[in-house]
């Protein structure tokens, strides 16, 4: 069965028919695959049963590099319930596969992902590929992800605003999207572990040649602006770019698989009850290059 795209929203966003992620692609389905990423930003791929980890990492392997090793330390995280270092764990669950208790720090820095953000956009090498498995669901298939189409913002920007940041800078830092979104002030080995990193506000997306925003909740300052004055810039456009007419809610089905590209969209988790009910998702990352 050749892959086909069913567009899900105006501007972005399809779900992908046809495509066996169990399976390494060959040449003529990563091409369509890529295609399918260039144009829509956002594909939706059904699996049932979910995928192994095995399969997770085999299919995000053909994308790109995979991160592999820790990019930060979190004070008190002694380990993974996850064994493959290419597993990000984005669940509400511990090392243990018990949940959270309130107030437990990794828990209060997750929550930070309800923010609008690009994942690793925090690092030097910007991350291009998420996928995003869900193996377990709350009942009805608990919170939407949104996704906002940068490049789609940005393109409808007033000239004189495209102008204005055309040039401009912003500092990225993991730790102030962490205390944005209600964490603790991070400990100086925490700071230490991941220093903030520069990206260009606008950027040519590779994958479509369109211009793109990049922006995330990680963006502190615009360098050579002052605080208040870059802050305010960043939240305008944040405010602009996520307007209905620019974003797609992907509602959760067992099995799942999400991919999004980083260099021209953000997501942001939506709220739940992460104390009482069990949400087991799990993502892969690939980068713009080898990280060691």
Same mark, same amino acid.
């Given at each position: 069965?050749?892959?086909?795209?069913?567009?899900?929203?105006?501007?972005? /966003?399809?779900?992908?028919?046809?495509? %066996?992620?169990?399976?390494?692609?060959?040449?003529?389905?990563?091409?369509?695959?890529?295609?399918?990423?260039?144009?829509?930003?956002?594909?939706?791929?059904?699996?049932?049963?979910?995928?192994?980890?095995?399969?997770?990492?085999?299919?995000?392997? /053909?994308?790109?590099?995979?991160?592999?090793?820790?990019?930060?330390?979190?004070?008190?995280?002694?380990?993974?319930?996850?064994?493959?270092?290419?597993?990000? %764990? &984005?669940?509400?669950?511990?090392?243990?596969?018990?949940?959270?208790?309130?107030?437990?720090?990794?828990?209060?820095?997750?929550?930070?992902?309800?923010?609008?953000?690009?994942?690793?956009?925090?690092?030097?090498?910007?991350?291009?590929?998420?996928?995003?498995?869900?193996?377990?669901?709350?009942? @009805?298939? @608990?919170?939407?992800?949104?996704?906002?189409?940068?490049?789609?913002? =940005?393109?409808?920007?007033?000239?004189?605003? &495209?102008?204005?940041?055309?040039?401009?800078?912003?500092?990225?830092?993991?730790?102030?999207?962490?205390?944005?979104?209600?964490?603790?002030?991070?400990?100086?080995?925490?700071?230490?572990?991941?220093?903030?990193?520069?990206?260009?506000?606008?950027?040519?997306?590779?994958?479509?040649?369109?211009?793109?925003? =990049?922006?995330?909740?990680?963006?502190?300052?615009?360098?050579?602006?002052?605080?208040?004055?870059? &802050?305010?810039?960043?939240?305008?456009?944040?405010?602009?770019?996520?307007?209905?007419?620019?974003?797609?809610?992907?509602?959760?089905?067992?099995?799942?698989?999400?991919?999004? %590209?980083?260099?021209?969209?953000?997501?942001?988790?939506?709220?739940?009850?992460?104390?009482?009910?069990?949400?087991?998702?799990?993502?892969?990352?690939?980068?713009?290059?080898?990280?060691?």
């Amino acid at each position: 069965m050749p892959l086909s795209a069913r567009p899900l929203h105006p501007v972005f /966003a399809a779900e992908l028919d046809g495509l %066996d992620m169990r399976r390494t692609p060959d040449a003529a389905t990563l091409g369509a695959v890529l295609a399918a990423m260039g144009r829509y930003a956002v594909c939706v791929c059904r699996n049932d049963p979910p995928l192994t980890d095995e399969e997770h990492i085999a299919f995000s392997r /053909a994308l790109g590099p995979v991160q592999r090793s820790r990019v930060l330390t979190v004070a008190g995280v002694t380990g993974t319930r996850i064994r493959h270092p290419e597993i990000i %764990d &984005q669940s509400n669950l511990d090392e243990y596969g018990e949940l959270y208790h309130e107030g437990d720090r990794y828990l209060m820095f997750k929550r930070a992902n309800r923010l609008w953000h690009t994942d690793m956009s925090f690092h030097p090498v910007r991350a291009t590929y998420s996928l995003l498995s869900a193996c377990a669901l709350p009942p @009805g298939g @608990g919170p939407d992800t949104e996704f906002a189409d940068l490049r789609a913002a =940005y393109e409808a920007l007033p000239a004189a605003i &495209q102008a204005r940041i055309e040039d401009l800078v912003a500092e990225h830092s993991y730790w102030h999207s962490r205390v944005v979104g209600g964490g603790p002030e991070p400990t100086a080995e925490e700071l230490a572990s991941r220093p903030p990193a520069l990206h260009r506000l606008v950027q040519r997306h590779e994958g479509s040649g369109r211009k793109t925003l =990049y922006i995330a909740s990680h963006a502190r300052r615009i360098v050579g602006m002052a605080l208040e004055e870059g &802050q305010a810039l960043l939240q305008e456009l944040t405010a602009f770019a996520t307007q209905p007419r620019f974003v797609y809610a992907h509602k959760w089905r067992l099995g799942d698989v999400v991919i999004w %590209d980083n260099r021209c969209t953000m997501h942001r988790a939506r709220p739940f009850d992460d104390l009482h009910v069990r949400r087991d998702v799990r993502r892969t990352t690939c980068r713009e290059a080898e990280v060691a």
